[in-house]
């Protein structure tokens, strides 16, 4: 368990080698300071400003709206806020697909101006080259495969990957080809457990971070709001364990200061000056 006395920073060498010896990796999103100065304090190896900032942050139906100045000044926010973690920055719709020179410009911008050390691409195999360009520069990247929401009208929905054969095989050979371009890690989202865990075993260093990917993969991955119960109502996809329960908690604590004000009980004298 982590300690606040050892403050020694969370790489990308950390991760692999967390994979290599066995110990889980523990990831959560943050895009904003303080909650990422909670997630460093209670201990968690990575910290990702996904682009789901978009969804749970800004309120967008999908993560196809957001920007890079946007995820570049939550980036910034969450850097400063970490001391230990790894953070890892999520390249957001159009920042990298349309060639390498733009992702690798675009993935520079998360280290020099928001202070992240790694970057998140979305996409299997035919991202790879991309990737590769990458991670070249100087730029460690985590690959994100299985359902990857930037391609969420092409899916058709939320569905889970790896159920046939020909969605196994191409999972599968997505992974190895990040691996051999260079990639740390990589997500498995809403990736069939069975081939989730092939995958981990097939994989020399990369690790494999899920959700709804199993429980087999080297680590795991839940986005701050929806683990808090900061969340809309309805959505409670079957891999989304609940940590907490905060909506009641903040309705309460805002009804009270409603009535307070309206009743003349707050401030009191001792709150006054
Ligand atoms: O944007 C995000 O939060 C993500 C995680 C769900 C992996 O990509």
Not at 74 to 100: C, E, K, N, Y
Not at 142 to 155: A, K, N, W
Not at 167 to 185: H, I, K, N, P, V
């Amino acid at each position: 368990m982590y300690s606040p006395r050892e403050k020694k920073k969370v790489t990308v060498q950390t991760i692999i080698k967390q994979k290599a010896k066995g110990e889980k990796i523990t990831v959560l999103t943050a895009y904003d300071y303080f909650t990422a100065r909670l997630l460093d304090q209670a201990g968690i190896d990575c910290i990702l400003v996904g682009d789901s900032a978009s969804n749970v942050i800004h309120g967008h139906g999908s993560t196809l709206p957001i920007t890079m100045d946007t995820m570049v000044a939550h980036t910034a926010a969450v850097a400063r806020g970490t001391h230990r973690a790894l953070v890892v920055a999520d390249m957001p719709f159009l920042s990298f697909q349309p060639s390498a020179e733009t992702a690798i410009l675009n993935a520079g911008r998360f280290l020099k101006e928001g202070g992240a050390t790694a970057v998140k691409i979305e996409g299997g195999m035919e991202m790879a080259p991309t990737v590769k360009r990458v991670i070249e520069c100087g730029i460690p990247v985590m690959g994100h495969i299985g359902l990857t929401p930037q391609s969420i009208h092409r899916f058709g929905g939320p569905k889970v990957q790896g159920r046939r054969k020909k969605s196994r095989d191409y999972l599968m050979e997505s992974a190895l080809a990040l691996e051999e371009a260079g990639c740390f890690s990589m997500v498995l989202e809403l990736v069939e457990a069975g081939i989730a865990a092939e995958i981990t075993g097939a994989l020399g260093t990369a690790a494999t971070i899920g959700i709804g990917a199993g429980v087999e993969c080297d680590g795991q991955v839940l986005v701050i709001n929806d683990m808090l119960g900061l969340r809309e109502e309805g959505f409670k996809p079957k891999f989304l364990r609940e940590y907490a329960n905060l909506s009641p908690v903040i309705l309460d604590a805002v009804r009270n200061y409603i009535k307070d004000v309206r009743d003349k009980k707050f401030p009191s004298s001792d709150e006054s000056y």
